[in-house]
């Protein structure tokens, strides 16, 4: 097993200390854990599909005139009330 040494400065390590049941170690390696974990996923997908499927979603997205969300959204909850 390795050791690496990560420095913090006094207030945090004071912080730290004050949670004393803490494994900080192991707060430390599972978050190395999961970053590293997020970045092979990162490099793992295949950047022509997702730029396409970006594109596609973006072109998907439209206004249609004469429609208010908001409005929509009152419209449905006044009617959700009514039927309790």
Known sequence: MAIITV??????KKRMEKEGHINWSEVIRRAIISRIEEE???????RRKLI???SLN??????????????EIRRWRELAG???
């Open 40 to 46: 092979e996923l990162w490099s793992s997908l295949d």
């Open 52 to 54: 396409k499927a970006a």
């Open 58 to 71: 973006e072109a998907m997205r439209r206004r249609i005139s004469g429609w208010d969300s908001v409005a």
């Open 82 to 84: 009514r039927g309790s």
């Open 7 to 12: 420095r913090i400065d006094d207030e945090l």
